[in-house]
């Protein structure tokens, strides 16, 4: 049986299934740090639902909570693309797709009009029998489209004769806050976990923003926005050291509404670089044929083919100008300081484990938590 490929480095359109990616991840990988873009899985995958049918189409269509019309999806994604296409430009957001297609093999024109048109997916030949370059024509994409901050995706393992296409979508994001942190006040403080006190360069910052403290969820949630953008990180410290996996669980689709007031900001410096394979995750969430043997992936492709492989490798840096961040996903389908005065201003100090994300109003595009230096 013949296989495919398929990397992607996106974003999200429906927040509900990139919710229930992040619940598992969450809990997966609770004791490392996480920068993910869920929303990169549910893009890819929705690339390949376009070309399922039967059983692996429905299962696929229940989990990614698309419409049963696939006219309905192939419009969503457009509008999407169309309206990430044409936002600001101050924050840069950048989001691209691509088909490498195996110069033996041909993708059905169907399907790859449609990804053409809905995804702005460009198909490109590559050649199976010089696995090396196939790949370093791959990774090549990945970087330019992350600016270099995912250099690999593949390797040339992942590229023999039986491959038939390898679908990628890259994202990228860097923004400047609205309001800067001063270098000279960011210091080296006590960053707390349940076992362990580390050292941080913790950056501070007083001014007004919006945030809350909620009571049921033991919790305080700050949005520290972008300038000249209508996207913000929102950061969701708990009370305790230990709350966070708790916490988690309760933020899934977060809607709440924050309110503008003084508020202290310390938050820490920090990078994180992480990497996930996500076929069990997907197989956890119900979706399972397409791994599988009998998977019908007969309106991509006139041979059998099943996936066989995703994965994604994402990044980001926060700092006192801003943050920088990248993902890429990759899948492969088989054939077959003290503040005075601030008596009425919120404290929001970071210096134990929290979770953010970076979003919009209607979408959110990475997502993780930050536990440990």
């Known amino acids: 049986m013949k296989y495919f490929v398929f990397l992607f480095l996106a974003t999200s359109v429906s927040a509900r299934f990139t919710d229930d990616v992040y619940q598992i991840l969450a809990k997966e990988d609770a004791d490392k740090n996480i920068i993910s873009s869920p929303l990169s899985l549910e893009i890819v995958m929705a690339m390949v639902y376009m070309g399922a049918k039967g059983n692996t189409a429905k299962e696929m269509q229940t989990v990614l909570k698309l419409p049963e019309d696939r006219k309905e999806v192939a419009k969503k994604y457009r509008d999407f693309f169309t309206n990430l296409h044409n936002r600001e430009r101050v924050a840069i957001l950048e989001l691209a797709n691509r088909i490498y297609v195996n110069d033996n093999k041909k993708l059905l024109p169907e399907f790859n009009k449609i990804v053409a048109d809905s995804f702005k997916a460009e198909a490109v030949p590559i050649s199976v029998l010089n696995p090396k370059s196939a790949a370093a024509t791959i990774n090549s994409w990945v970087s330019e489209n992350t600016r270099k901050k995912i250099t690999e995706i593949i390797n040339p393992g992942d590229i023999d004769m039986y491959l038939i296409a390898v679908l990628i979508n890259a994202i990228y994001f860097k923004g400047e806050w609205k309001y800067a942190f ?91 670089e992480f990497e996930k394979q996500l076929v069990k995750v997907l197989q956890k969430l119900g979706i399972k044929s397409v791994f599988e043997e009998t998977a019908d992936l007969s309106g991509m492709v006139s041979e059998g083919a099943r996936v066989s492989k995703v994965l994604q490798k994402a990044f980001l840096e926060v700092n006192e100008e801003g943050a920088e961040a990248s993902a890429a996903t990759a899948g492969i389908v088989k054939g077959l300081s003290l503040c005075v005065g601030c008596e009425t201003t919120m404290r929001f100090t970071a210096d134990h484990p929290f979770a953010f994300l970076i979003r919009d109003e209607k979408t959110i595009y990475f997502q993780g938590h930050f536990v440990k230096p």
Do not use: C, H, W
């Open 182 to 272: 001063n270098k000279t006040y960011t210091k080296k403080k006590i960053f707390r976990t349940s076992n362990q006190e580390l050292q941080v360069d913790m950056m501070s910052l007083k001014g007004k923003f919006k945030a809350n403290a909620f009571a049921d969820l033991d919790a305080k949630v700050l949005e520290l926005p972008y300038r000249n953008s209508s996207l913000s990180m929102q950061i969701f410290l708990p009370n305790s050291i230990s709350g966070l996996s708790k916490l988690e669980s309760q933020i899934g689709g977060f809607d709440r509404a924050l309110r503008e007031q003084d508020v202290y900001v310390e938050i820490p410096k920090f990078k994180i």
